[in-house]
């Protein structure tokens, strides 16, 4: 189970902090990753991170606003975004699979919205 928290309305500019607690399987070999989708559009990827390793992937787009890190104790993946836009407003959904390309597991999501 992955459940996602931390969304909320944010002002242009400002930072928020989501969270994606998992529970009920052992994320060794597993990679989480961020998503989002806004209304009309497709799905796009964000960022994400090997639950073992540590090792990072962002989307390029993303790359200097936003940072993905996990702490193992909490079993929970954080991603932190910052000098937040309007366009960022979306649904982020966190998701658990077993490479960089291919998730299994997804959570229901949490509301961004970024006024202008």
């Known amino acids: 189970q992955l459940v996602e928290s931390g969304g909320g309305l944010v002002e242009t500019g400002g930072s928020l902090r989501l969270s994606c607690e998992v529970s009920g399987f052992n994320l060794d070999n597993y990679v989480i990753g961020w998503f989002r989708q806004a209304p009309g559009k497709e799905r796009e990827f964000v960022a994400a991170?090997?639950?073992?390793?540590?090792?990072?992937d962002y989307a390029d787009s993303f790359k200097g606003r936003f940072t993905i890190s996990r702490d193992n104790a909490k079993n929970t993946v954080y991603l932190q975004m910052n000098s937040l836009k309007p366009e960022d407003t979306a649904v982020y959904v966190c998701a658990a699979g077993r490479s960089w390309r291919s998730y299994s597991f997804w959570g229901q999501g949490t509301q961004v919205t970024v006024s202008s």
């Open positions: 991170v090997s639950w073992s390793g540590g090792s990072t």
